[in-house]
């Protein structure tokens, strides 16, 4: 993964370069570095509740009275649209928006309608609602897997599967598999190698689903230096897992037309990881792109277990490709950058973020294999807060290109807190007044009734609800960050 080049003060910096994006599986180069639909006929809510922290939590869901996040629908074959599913969220405008965006770029209106599309078109027969408001779907081919279960069994619910990885091998277009509470320990020895490896895909109208029945319920957790989770296949969701250990990857997305969502993905030691293989919470990487990330809560990926913010081949959200959808997360303690482009990545759309404490925020740019002539362009960062980084809040570097937007973001208390040549529109640099800040990823990251991030965002291809379930806007404009206030 990408090696910066050393800092010799918080200015200045030299172009980032980067190895392949096969570098998740091998060690970089000299001076390189990694750093960086479903139709539901359902209209399903995937509202998150969350701790202190902002991690998912089992619990009662005080948001659930929103319009945006109530009744389930008797599915039917048809695809419908779901406008209020936090899986659809970054599609925020394009149902509603028949014009160019503000912006003018054909293209963000077309990648909007495009994962639209996608994102309403895979038949759910039905759903079900935990007792923590957390609303699991159900398709037309169910498997289910549990602590307790063997691999020698069918699936069903009675006589679930023991392993992920057996799942996958009975799944087709359209399973979802169910992943009981519990804990889930699986072993990724070296760098190359995957604790769960998912190969099958499903279509674009009837996506394979990994989902835990309670959120956050299913815990895996990874030994070793590899790779918790590879997922390989195309139309495949990974939804509400809690995600640990000592690997140097959460969820490796080489797939295309993913949707990663609702996951919290913490405290990786990413053993080896500094040393030229690097690591990531979730890396979308291959040709296809098109993967949407959505209310993940990642922490401390790496950063405890080096000095703090020397690491420079460790991200948390981590893009390769083109396409990608990064909305609602909240991203803090990790080793190099919390959202990062590099390689082939182009045409990102980066909205209603909240990220702290990393050693630099959002980076925008181009580097190694994949790298194209025009560089990374037409990218789309917007309503994030971007807060107390160690060296830079959003940057571009590498090979960069035209048409990038930086509108309403809040940028703050970083070592520099821009450097950019793309345009910039409605910036503030403020303390967000979150309700209790904690650099750690203890405190509450909430904004506070006095917060300036309140009322300052744009609705342009913002996500329809915040990180746990509540419909935006609530006052009169969609507020910054991923939680509306």
């Given at each position: ?304 277990w080096v000095a703090p913010g020397t690491c420079n081949t460790v991200q948390g ?169």
């Open positions: 993964m990408k090696k910066l080049a050393t800092f010799v003060s918080n200015v200045g910096i030299t172009p980032l370069l980067c190895c392949s994006a096969a570098v998740l599986l091998s060690a970089c180069g000299a001076g390189s570095d990694m750093t960086d639909g479903q139709t539901q006929t359902a209209a399903l809510s995937y509202s998150v509740d969350t701790n202190a922290a902002g991690a998912p939590v089992a619990g009662a869901d005080d948001s659930n009275t929103d319009t945006a996040t109530q009744a389930l629908v008797s599915a039917t074959s048809d695809a419908s649209t779901d406008s209020a599913s936090a899986d659809v969220a970054s599609t925020a405008g394009a149902e509603s928006t028949a014009a160019a965006p503000a912006d003018g770029s054909p293209r963000l209106l077309a990648m909007v309608a495009s994962v639209n599309t996608t994102a309403t078109t895979q038949a759910v027969t039905a759903a079900t609602t935990t007792s923590a408001g957390y609303v699991v779907p159900t398709g037309t081919k169910n498997l289910y897997v549990a602590p307790t279960g063997s691999d020698s069994n069918a699936g069903t619910q009675t006589k679930p599967l023991k392993t992920i990885a057996r799942a996958d091998a009975l799944a087709s277009a359209g399973t979802v598999v169910h992943v009981a509470a519990g804990t889930y320990t699986v072993s990724a020895p070296s760098t190359g190698a995957a604790g769960i490896k998912t190969t099958k895909s499903g279509t674009s109208s009837a996506h394979i689903t990994y989902v835990s029945d309670v959120k956050g319920g299913a815990k895996l957790r990874v030994t070793g230096t590899g790779i918790l989770w590879d997922s390989k296949g195309n139309y495949v969701d990974i939804m509400g897992f809690d995600l640990s250990g000592s690997g140097r990857i959460g969820i490796l997305a080489e797939g295309g037309n993913m949707k990663i969502n609702y996951n919290y993905i913490h405290d990786f030691t990413v053993s080896g990881g500094c040393n030229g293989g690097g690591g990531g919470a979730i890396v979308s990487t291959g040709s296809i792109g098109n993967i949407v990330m959505d209310s993940n809560v990642v922490k401390n990926i790496g950063y405890q959200l981590y893009i390769s490709n083109a396409n990608n959808i990064v909305t609602n997360n909240v991203v803090s303690g990790v080793a190099a950058v919390a959202i990062q482009q590099w390689h082939g990545a182009t045409a990102s759309t980066i909205v209603n973020n909240t990220v702290f404490h990393n050693k630099m925020g959002i980076l925008i740019g181009q580097g190694d294999a994949g790298a194209t002539s025009t560089g990374s362009q037409n990218n789309y960062v917007a309503n994030n807060v971007v807060y107390d980084n160690k060296y830079y809040g959003i940057i571009e570097s590498g090979k960069v290109g035209g048409g990038n937007r930086y509108v309403d973001n809040l940028v703050a208390s970083s070592g520099t807190n821009w450097k950019v040549k793309g345009s910039v529109s409605g910036s503030i640099s403020s303390n967000p007044l979150f309700v209790n800040y904690q650099a750690n990823g203890s405190g509450n990251y909430r904004l506070s009734s006095s917060s300036p991030a309140i009322d300052r965002g744009t609705a342009n291809l913002a996500p329809k609800v915040d990180i746990a379930g509540v419909a935006r806007p609530r006052g009169a404009a969609f507020d910054v960050g991923a939680y509306e206030y």
